[in-house]
């Protein structure tokens, strides 16, 4: 049983920063991707990130801002948000998708198969 735990989420200003961490039972050949979900929208690939952390994909709304990021050694995988807006407040999934050992990265959510609890933002104006 694969399980991913976010952690970091909070309340930051406009402007601000947070990072947030998923620990897995294994990362291994696994594509990681984060989503986000905010109230009343479906939920939307944020960011993804291949295997060896070489090739990483992002959503229009968060590139230039977030980077992805992943220690495989730890297990865990990373999401630093700089320049927070208001809009950017939602709960945020980690998720582990297909395996792969190319650079492929997925950033449709059926693609992948396992999901954290979430953790919410929350960006004050």
């Known amino acids: 049983q694969v399980q991913l735990v976010e952690s970091g989420g909070g309340v930051a200003q406009a402007g601000g920063s947070l990072r947030l961490s998923c620990v897995a039972s294994?990362?291994?050949?696994?594509?990681m991707g984060w989503f986000r979900q905010a109230p009343g929208k479906e939920r939307e690939f944020v960011a993804g990130i291949n295997w060896s952390g070489r090739s990483t994909d992002y959503a229009d709304s968060v590139k230039g801002r977030f980077t992805i990021s992943r220690d495989n050694a730890k297990n865990t995988v990373y999401l630093q948000m700089n320049s927070l807006k208001p809009e950017d407040t939602a709960v945020y999934y980690c998720?582990?998708?297909?395996?792969?050992?190319?650079?492929?990265?997925?950033?449709?959510?059926?693609?992948?198969?396992?999901w954290g609890q979430g953790t919410q933002v929350t960006v004050s104006s």
């Open positions: 998720a582990r998708g297909p395996y792969n050992r190319y650079t492929y990265v997925a950033s449709n959510p059926h693609e992948y198969e396992y």
């Open positions: 294994t990362l291994g050949t696994y594509i």
